[in-house]
């Protein structure tokens, strides 16, 4: 296989990665299994734009990102219904879809797995044609991340830090969002502070990520209680894993969700992929299956 690399050198733990050797390490591992492997690096700032003109080439079969979940889910969203596979190199706080894909979390390991890894077709969801690789939020989780923007942080531990912060901030006045949800043909009307879509049902025991990326369904949760404590065990809930025994939080599956918004806020009043977007007041959710390539460890266990 013929593999571009493009590496976030602002990203999480690339940031105090020494990038000659790595990039060494890399190529040593890749050329040993039989591929062709370049490797670049850019900033933050050049690293979606460097996604779009990697994603328009014809001459490679992998694009392989390493960086955190908005770079991951900017490469996706340029290769999503294409031929170029996405392979990623984790380097992010949560590495969610990384988790998803079963690749390990150290980087020599994730190298050694990619490197021996095979291209496969996984799912993908989108919001009104915009793909997402994790999740689709409005509320409490959208507030949180206008909280966390203010707080100042200069490395994974401090995003850390900063992102529990921004959680007790967020939770001091914490909004209800008002919607109206068609979930595969049938509609209801909710009142809730937290309303999340993820691209697959979230697995047990463990925080937020799908266990398998290609169940072919997208995973619907609604927070439907609105005092503090109620909403604070559904986020803590979340974070454990054990979000299936909690009583306050209603979860179902589907294949396509409508979301209609009358509120007067609009803007950063959503979030997809860990990234403040616009709520439109018209939305439509769906998933489509195994609508992006990925590269796989070879004994990840949605392949057998």
């Avoid at 990039?23 to 979606?48: A, K, N």
């Avoid at 901030?169 to 909004?175: D, E, I």
């Avoid at 396509?256 to 007041?281: C, K, M, S, T, W």
């Amino acid at each position: 296989m013929k593999i571009l690399a493009l590496l976030n050198r602002d990203g999480g733990s690339l940031k105090t990665t020494d990038l000659g050797q790595l990039t060494t390490l890399m190529q040593d591992e890749f050329r040993m299994h039989g591929h062709e492997l370049t490797v670049d690096d850019c900033s933050g700032d050049e690293i979606v734009a460097a996604i779009g003109k990697a994603a328009e080439r014809e001459d490679i079969d992998v694009l392989l990102v390493g960086g955190g979940d908005g770079t991951v889910s900017a490469a996706a969203t340029a290769l999503a219904n294409g031929r170029i596979a996405l392979g990623i190199l984790p380097a992010g706080t949560m590495n969610l879809f990384a988790r998803t894909l079963q690749i390990p979390l150290p980087l020599d390991q994730a190298v050694a797995a990619l490197a021996s890894g095979v291209i496969t077709p996984v799912d993908i969801a989108s919001v009104n044609g915009t793909p997402f690789v994790h999740q689709y939020a409005v509320g409490l989780h959208a507030r949180m991340v206008r909280m966390r923007k203010k707080i100042s942080y200069a490395s994974r531990l401090g995003k850390m830090m900063a992102t529990t912060r921004a959680v007790f901030m967020a939770l001091r006045r914490f909004p209800v969002v008002e919607l109206e949800l068609e979930i595969d043909g049938v509609m209801q009307r909710i009142a809730s502070p937290a309303i999340a879509i993820s691209n697959n049902l979230y697995g047990d025991g463990h925080i937020p990520y799908a266990d398998d990326p290609r169940g072919g369904e997208l995973g619907i949760y609604i927070c439907i209680d609105r005092d503090l404590r109620s909403v604070l065990k559904v986020a803590v809930d979340i974070m454990l894993g054990t979000w299936r025994q909690n009583p306050s939080l209603k979860v179902t599956s589907a294949h396509e969700v409508r979301i209609f918004y009358r509120g007067r806020h609009h803007r950063n009043r959503a979030v997809r992929d860990g990234e403040l977007v616009d709520i439109e007041p018209e939305m439509t959710v769906t998933l489509t299956p195994k609508g992006l390539n990925v590269l796989a460890p070879s004994d990840a266990t949605y392949l057998r």
